[in-house]
């Protein structure tokens, strides 16, 4: 016995080794069947080089005990320790996978499956593997024999016999041969089918591919057809049994466990969709109702059991389709898309871990190598491989990715799936999540040879990889773009010319000669600025690939940088800035409106990488009072009238620019940021934003008349009031100002004079805000006045209190629910609100006259301004369950309810259409619909603006301008139609609700 407190030569060896439990190992050792092993130091070595010599050796003792006899385990431990190759192999295996460990205890005889020694150029195939599986003649034994197989493919693996690529390959040979194995035990079971039929198994995915896991479901499509002379229906219905028999040999679990579970969810339709189809149905599928990642899955399609010519007739058939897939519509986009889900649909707690499917994992690199193999494939039979490393290969091979970019992520690629092989191994579970725990993560390690601090080098390798992996399509699919055309460093393989066409016209580029002139122009010759921008335009380029206008988005960039370029901040704050480049890339290729305020102001780059981009102050609209004060300091710093409009002309555009991009930004979303998902808060900023920059720039614009023609000394006070959307809240981009005017002579001030200077101070603003410009308009619109057009422009106070007295008409009334003070005298302002609303929201509601007085009006306005030839149910204004619906619905209750309900005395809709709901004048349900209705109505308003750079109340009929109308409501490329079709669903269950609360029907 060792003393207390002192430590045995033994336990001293044992930690010097690499045991983390010593004290165990000890005791294990201490057992008189492992004398030789614990006197052995070659034996000691040898389980101190496994990833877990704790593992190893409880592995070896369980075998020694599971001998059946002392001469077997004499035998056994003579071999360990006379032949090296053993040694290391079953050792190496034993401290790899617990999985493995417990199958050699229960089958103790199969550690002579390692016994051979086999020469680092010799590797099993699909015959070898087969014959190791004969004379399995049950499920049961299938899978005894199949983990022996398994047991000398680890073996290789962990000894590096094989690297990671020949493990995936045998591993997929392992399943050819079981699935034959399979096939065989069904047709055997099921004579009388197998006489009916031939029956194909073709191999999708990574079996495939020749790249198959340790553990992971085995990816096929059946294929069937009748023998000659059988009926075709009881042919397939016998093809089916035999299918299903085989998936069930692999996949259920028995006293041996399971095979893997055999996956038929590719076929077409899914798992809706029959199990078994002939070739003929099979074709007819892809040709007519396939989607872009079917023909993507077919890339790695291989035939593996069952009939080999129908097998091969299936291939030859499909092939032909997958080299025309990058010709469909939308084909870069879908496949970007899938990606795109696949991420989302990973839990935000493993996403981190998520060795396969997460940013910077194993998919990244597989769905970039196939998007470039279907893209370039169609012309260049060399890419065609099913193997994700041949394929990347070949692609270097080819000029279509950089070789040094290939190298990298070659090695990345290895690692990674090196990773994802002994994280399996280990129980033989599916996974691809990076253990949490110490231990695991320590074994890993070791088992990748990270001996020292083996925790730390695994994580440290691990997020280099991942790092090089995740800026895979900037290295994979646009950087050969700009190689093409700038003349990188020579020795590195370019695309033709031909070839940089080809796959910007895949990435969606219209114009794809005009794009390679603007790379060139952006991105050539040796200077600091072309070197950032060969930094940034892989990356740009793929955002702007994502939009509706991938043309616009490149020229607008370069229109953008030619501008800004030798200022020194530009290219650095897209260079460091993530979100700024992003943030840029999509408000460029969004539509007109943000890039020609932008082309204007050039310097309002900088707002797009303030913050984050959206909760950060950089796009967040600002409050009306610090706006209000910088408009009016611009003001008094001007020389005169004209000259201070045009300063307040130019913050206007500034922070015109700012919403735009901010709700760009947030209905788009980006890369760290998903797209918003509140529509009403959305509609609700922007309206906010652009009437409170409305009534800043008029309040300005009012401030510079009266400073030039009066000094501080108007004879009147003066006040505007907004009148429609204006004083709603509710401005669009490209909405007219409707306002109205009011005067009251100051104290010693003659009417006359009052009412002159008044009316010079309209007139003059107006010409100001009209003067010729480049900037959006704005303009006054004074119609809601008393009278119309054929009333004076500026009225009295005393005046409008003689008006609504005595010839008020009940849409005058109705006008006024949205009136509010918006600039000048606030006193005034007041007063006038106080005149209106007993007008407004009169003491005994409105009656039956008014009543029908306000349905004919509506129904006048209906058919006497709907534009000729305009489609009703796509009038955003006019149209039914449109703006005017919603609002005159909401209105009429106003009216009705107003002076009991306090909280309907609002001038914005959506406050007023919710506090009648709170007040039980409307269902919840209703209220719901008109909002949902109203919200989708204005965004389209709003989304027709940003794109044609002008004001539209009906869907642009150009197929691009309509896309981008869809893409900034959320609908991606290809599905325009379902915006329609929700649309008019929205306004349709909208216009019933009208129908109900407003007309009484």
Request: include cysteine; aromatic fraction near 6%; glycine fraction near 8%.
């Amino acid at each position: 016995m060792t003393a207390p407190g002192r430590r045995s030569s033994t336990f001293t060896r044992l930690l010097r080794h690499g045991f983390t439990d010593p004290s165990a190992a000890e005791r294990l050792l201490a057992g008189e069947e492992l004398t030789e092993v614990r006197s052995d130091p070659v034996l000691l070595e040898a389980l101190g080089a496994t990833a877990d010599p704790d593992l190893a050796l409880g592995g070896l003792v369980r075998l020694l005990e599971a001998q059946p006899d002392p001469g077997a385990r004499r035998g056994l431990l003579d071999t360990l320790i006379a032949a090296k190759p053993l040694r290391d192999r079953l050792l190496g295996v034993l401290g790899a996978s617990a999985a493995l460990g417990d199958h050699l205890a229960r089958h103790p005889h199969d550690w002579q499956a390692l016994v051979t020694y086999e020469p680092q150029d010799l590797h099993p195939g699909v015959t070898e593997f087969e014959r190791g599986l004969a004379g399995a003649d049950d499920p049961v034994s299938l899978r005894v024999a199949y983990r022996r197989c398994l047991l000398s493919i680890a073996a290789r693996d962990v000894c590096g016999t094989t690297d990671v690529a020949e493990t995936a390959a045998e591993l997929a040979d392992l399943a050819t041969a079981t699935l034959r194995a399979a096939l065989a035990l069904a047709r055997a079971a099921a004579p009388d089918d197998a006489a009916l039929c031939r029956l194909a198994v073709v191999a999708m995915g990574k079996c495939g591919g020749h790249e198959l896991n340790y553990v992971s479901d085995v990816d096929v499509i059946f294929v069937g057809e009748a023998v000659e002379g059988a009926d075709e229906d009881k042919a397939l219905r016998a093809a089916t049994r035999l299918a299903s028999h085989l998936m069930r040999i692999c996949s259920e679990t028995t006293v041996e466990g399971s095979i893997w579970p055999v996956d038929a969810n590719l076929r077409p339709e899914g798992r809706n969709g029959p199990l078994v189809r002939t070739l003929s149905s099979h074709v007819a599928y892809y040709q007519r109702w396939a989607k872009t990642w079917e023909f993507q899955a077919l890339l790695k399609a291989r035939p593996v059991a069952g009939d080999p010519e129908l097998g091969a007739a299936y291939l030859a058939a499909l092939q032909p389709l997958v080299w025309q897939a990058a010709e469909r519509e939308n084909f870069v986009a879908d496949v970007q898309k899938m990606r795109r889900r696949v991420v989302e649909n990973i839990p935000v707690s493993e996403v981190d871990r998520e060795l396969k499917l997460g940013p910077g994992g194993l998919r990244d690199v597989e769905f970039a190598v196939q998007l470039l193999q279907l893209v370039h494939g169609r012309t260049d039979a060399s890419l065609r491989s099913a193997t994700t490393l041949k394929a990347l290969q070949a692609l270097a091979d080819g000029g279509y990715v950089g070789r040094a970019d290939a190298v990298q992520l070659d090695e990345a690629y290895r690692f990674l799936r090196t990773m994802e092989h002994r994280i399996q191994l280990y129980r033989l579970r599916r996974t691809h999540l990076v253990p949490e725990d110490e231990a695991d993560q320590r074994r890993l390690g070791r088992s990748l040879g990270l001996r020292t601090d083996p925790v730390a080098g695994l994580n440290r390798e691990w997020k280099r990889h991942a790092s090089v992996v995740r800026r895979l399509h900037e290295k994979l699919f646009y950087r050969p773009l700009l190689d093409a055309v700038a003349q990188l460093a020579s020795g590195e393989a370019r695309l033709s010319a031909v070839a940089a066409r080809e796959r910007l016209v895949a990435l969606g580029y219209a114009d794809p000669a005009s794009a390679l002139r603007h790379l060139e122009a952006l991105a050539s010759g040796v200077t600091r600025k072309a070197a950032i921008q060969r930094t940034l335009l892989p990356v740009l380029l793929g955002w702007f690939a994502d939009s509706a206008d991938p043309d616009a988005g490149l020229l607008n960039f370069r229109k953008v940088s030619d501008a800004l370029g030798k200022t020194p901040w530009y290219l650095r704050l897209l260079r460091d800035e993530g979100a700024a480049a992003e943030n840029l890339a999509r408000v460029l290729s969004a539509g007109r409106l943000a890039p020609d305020l932008l082309m204007r102001a050039p310097e309002a780059v900088a707002l797009l990488g303030d913050g984050d981009g959206r909760s950060g102050s950089g796009l967040e609209p600002r409050e009306r009072p610090p706006l209000e004060q910088e408009i009016l300091a611009t003001v008094r710093r001007a020389a005169g009238a004209e000259q201070a409009v045009t300063g307040v002309r130019g913050v206007r555009r500034r922070e015109l620019f700012r919403t735009a991009a901010g709700d760009i930004v947030s209905s788009y979303g980006t890369e760290t940021q998903p797209a918003e998902a509140d529509q009403g808060a959305l509609v609700d900023r922007v309206g906010a934003a652009v009437s409170d920059l409305t009534a800043a720039t008029l309040a300005g614009t009012l401030r510079a008349v009266v400073r030039e023609g009066w000094g501080d000394d108007l004879p009147t006070r003066f006040a505007i009031i907004g009148m429609g959307r204006f004083g709603g809240h509710e401005l669009g981009y490209g909405s007219d100002a409707d306002v109205i005017f009011v005067h009251e002579p100051r104290e010693g001030v003659e009417e006359r004079e009052a009412s002159e200077a008044a009316n010079r101070v309209v007139a003059e603003m107006r010409r100001l805000l009209q003067l010729p410009s480049a900037d959006p308009p704005l303009l006054i619109d004074a119609d809601l006045r008393p009278e119309g057009k054929s009333g004076p422009l500026v009225r009295t106070l005393k005046s409008y209190a003689a008006y609504y007295r005595r010839w008020s008409l009940v849409w005058e009334a109705q006008a006024l629910l949205r009136a509010e003070p918006v600039a000048g005298d606030e006193e005034l302002g007041r007063r006038f609100v106080e005149l209106i609303d007993p007008l407004r929201y009169p003491a005994d509601g409105l009656g039956d006259d008014a009543v029908r007085e306000i349905r004919r009006l509506k129904a006048r306005m209906e058919s006497e301004r709907m534009p000729r030839g305009a489609d009703p149910k796509l009038h955003t204004k006019l149209g039914p369950g449109g703006l005017s619906d919603v609002e005159w619905t909401v209105q009429l209750l106003q009216m009705r309810h107003g002076s009991t309900r306090p909280g309907l005395r609002t001038t914005r809709t959506r406050a007023a259409l919710a506090a009648a709901r709170e007040a039980g004048l409307i269902e919840a349900e209703h209220a719901g619909t008109l909002d949902e209705a109203w919200v989708l109505a204005t965004r389209v308003r709003n989304a027709v603006m940003l794109v044609r750079g002008r004001a539209g109340d009906t869907f642009p009929s150009e197929p691009r301008e309509l896309a981008a109308v869809g893409r900034y409501l959320g609908y991606g490329p290809g599905h325009v139609g379902e915006l329609l079709d929700a649309y008019r669903r929205t306004t349709r269950r909208a216009r019933t609700v009208v129908d109900e609360l407003f007309y009484g029907a």
